[in-house]
């Protein structure tokens, strides 16, 4: 906190007892000017601002030393603090209370959110082996049956499932982010044709084909794992809204600027309004395009946006209605 604004506080809080000490010097001076005259009114006025000069002087460096106080306090439950009045005492042993609280209810709620976020794990895990029984039932019902629209409708809602658990699974990882990261160095290149290689399903059915322009020797610091994810899932969107009669093709590439390289992937399907551009990473939010599909769950960009942010990422997506979308992520490509 400046002087200024140090000064400024004390007066504010004792505009009061300034007032009685002014009135008072008026008195006094007013008592030598009738007694002795005005000669001798110079006297009073400057021991009286000598002595207010010191008074406010020490109320500074008093009210310097509480907010000092205050700041450490705020910071941690053990701060020792020298009191000089009872009123300091006070305010310290409340703030001292209030963080021992406040620590004591969030290990609680910790520990709370610990135990359902292990219960829900494992009643995941317990349906990816529910889904993963009807997947297998599913296919072998088609073997023996084709063209079997029911086991077919089955199987595909299978599938559905299976991606919406694996999505919940990725919310409750994310939570603890820090036990599972890894950074380090790897070629761009390779991690983009990782990503590419997952969703080549999906790439057959809808008949696109990727273009990647990506210099060999690119690298990017980043969690193999977690940025592989993102990228999977924005190929994913790049994928599925796609309009094949418009372009066959999805267009990665990437440029190195300074220590930072740029990646693109860019489409030319169906974008996205303008009036959702800024809403595309809120959780649940799937706007015009999500509507059209009904497996969209509104949680990829969701999730890439909260990747991004704790890898140190940066994502920004640029998009018109009919026309195609493109996103950047921005890469460190060293510390």
């Known amino acids: 906190m400046s002087f200024i604004r140090l000064i400024t506080d004390v007066i504010q809080d004792k505009k009061a007892l300034i007032f009685v000490y002014t009135i008072n010097t008026f008195l006094i001076v007013?008592?030598?000017?009738?007694?002795?005259?005005?000669?001798e009114f110079l006297y009073p006025v400057i021991l009286s601002g000598a002595l207010f000069t010191i008074?406010?002087?020490f109320e500074v460096y008093q009210y310097h030393k509480f907010v000092s106080g205050v700041e450490d306090g705020g910071k941690s439950p053990n701060y020792t603090h020298h009191f000089t009045n009872n009123k300091d005492k006070l305010i310290f042993q409340t703030l001292s209370k209030i963080h021992q609280e406040y620590n004591t209810r969030l290990y609680d709620n910790k520990v709370k959110q610990n135990n359902k976020n292990a219960l829900f794990s494992q009643w995941i895990h317990n349906m990816k082996t529910s889904v993963s029984v009807i997947h297998l039932a599913c296919e072998i019902s088609l073997t023996e049956r084709e063209n079997d629209e029911y086991m077919e409708d089955?199987?595909?809602?299978?599938?559905?499932?299976?991606?919406?658990?694996?999505e919940a699974?990725?919310?409750?990882?994310?939570?603890?982010?820090?036990?599972?990261?890894?950074?380090?160095?790897?070629?761009?290149?390779?991690?983009?044709?990782?990503?590419?290689n997952e969703r080549r399903r999906e790439i057959?059915?809808?008949?696109?084909?990727?273009?990647?322009?990506i210099p060999d020797e690119l690298e990017i610091l980043t969690d193999k794992k977690w940025a592989q994810?993102?990228?999977?899932?924005?190929?994913?969107?790049?994928?599925?809204?796609?309009?094949?009669?418009?372009?066959?093709?999805?267009?990665?590439?990437?440029?190195?600027?300074?220590?930072?390289?740029?990646?693109?992937?860019?489409?030319?399907?169906?974008?996205?309004?303008?009036k959702d551009t800024d809403r595309v990473f809120d959780p649940f939010f799937t706007g015009d395009g999500g509507r059209r599909d009904?497996?969209?769950?509104?949680?990829?960009?969701?999730?890439?946006?909260?990747?991004?942010?704790?890898l140190g990422h940066k994502i920004q997506i640029q998009s018109?209605?009919?026309?195609?979308?493109?996103?950047?992520?921005t890469f460190l490509s060293k510390l």
Do not use: C
């Not at 919310?171 to 044709?193: C, G, N, W």
């Not at 057959?204 to 322009?213: A, C, F, L, N």
């Not at 999805?250 to 990646?263: Q, T």
């Not at 693109?264 to 303008?274: A, P, R, T, V």
């Open 320 to 329: 018109q209605k009919d026309k195609g979308t493109t996103v950047n992520i």
């Open 169 to 196: 699974l990725n919310l409750l990882r994310i939570e603890e982010f820090s036990r599972d990261f890894i950074a380090r160095r790897m070629p761009l290149k390779q991690l983009v044709y990782q990503a590419l």
């Open 154 to 166: 089955i199987k595909e809602e299978n599938e559905i499932l299976k991606k919406n658990l694996e």
């Open 204 to 213: 057959r059915y809808k008949g696109i084909h990727p273009i990647v322009d």
């Open 294 to 310: 009904r497996n969209a769950t509104g949680i990829g960009l969701y999730m890439v946006k909260l990747i991004s942010d704790r």
């Open 30 to 39: 007013s008592f030598y000017m009738l007694l002795l005259g005005t000669e």
């Open 55 to 57: 008074y406010l002087l």
């Open 229 to 274: 994810y993102m990228l999977e899932q924005i190929l994913s969107n790049a994928i599925k809204y796609s309009i094949v009669e418009k372009s066959e093709s999805i267009l990665i590439r990437a440029m190195k600027e300074e220590d930072k390289v740029i990646l693109s992937i860019i489409d030319n399907g169906i974008g996205i309004d303008e």
